[in-house]
């Protein structure tokens, strides 16, 4: 059984930064894709970040290119989302998601969440202006 916990939300200013941690355990991940995705008070599930377990190829969403990084430690079976320059825009609660694509790297979409099957709890995280 996949299990992901994720880590590292807090209450921070506009322009601060944050990283989140997710914790993923159950499964050997080489054939994971990881994302993020964040939903905010009264809206849906929003893309932000996805990642290829091998190979490491990131997919993000156009609202923070340039402001967030995702990226995994293999030894510690974990993914990570740096963000800087936070927006109050930002605030929501933040979830990673598994899947695992083996075979289908290439037409899996990585910013839909519905092509994920596993999922973490959240971790809130609070911009203020």
């Known amino acids: 059984q996949v299990q992901l916990v994720e880590s590292g939300g807090g209450l921070v200013q506009a322009g601060d930064s944050l990283r989140l941690s997710c914790a993923a355990s159950?499964?050997?991940?080489?054939?994971?894709?990881i994302g993020w995705f964040r939903q905010a008070p009264g809206e849906g599930q929003a893309f932000v970040a996805a990642l290829t377990w091998i190979g490491g190829n990131t997919y993000y969403a156009d609202s923070v290119k340039g402001r967030f990084t995702i990226s995994r430690d293999s030894a510690k079976n974990t993914v990570y989302l740096q963000m800087n320059s936070l927006k109050p825009e930002d605030t929501a609660v933040y979830y990673c998601?598994?899947?695992?694509?083996?075979?289908?790297?290439?037409?899996?979409?990585?910013?839909?969440?519905?092509?994920?099957?596993?999922w973490g709890q959240g971790t809130q995280v609070t911009v203020s202006s």
């Open positions: 159950g499964r050997t991940f080489s054939h994971y894709a």
């Open positions: 998601a598994a899947e695992d694509i083996q075979g289908r790297a290439y037409n899996f979409y990585y910013s839909e969440a519905p092509q994920y099957d596993y």
